[in-house]
């Protein structure tokens, strides 16, 4: 099952449908709200191409807490 939301900017919003989809793809995947490939259909590209972009807009796809990350390291 899938939600479809409507949304209204104010024009002098410069973004297209697909910046906008990636963005709000991308944020839904930090908060761990959407799996990877969740994300990536969600965006309309594919799990690499998705990976890609997360890079360039500064999302790391290690989706650690700083205290998991704490944790593993003092495991390891």
Known sequence: MSKTFS???PEN??????ELK???AAYLYEKSLLS???AA???GVSKRAFIEL???VG???FNYSKEEL???LKNA
């Open 7 to 9: 949304l209204k900017l």
């Open 36 to 38: 990877l490939g969740e």
């Open 70 to 72: 704490k944790s593993d």
């Open 22 to 24: 990636l963005t709000i």
């Open 59 to 61: 999302v790391s796809i």
């Open 41 to 43: 259909e969600v965006a």
């Open 54 to 56: 997360l890079g360039k």
């Open 13 to 18: 919003v410069n973004i297209n449908t697909e």
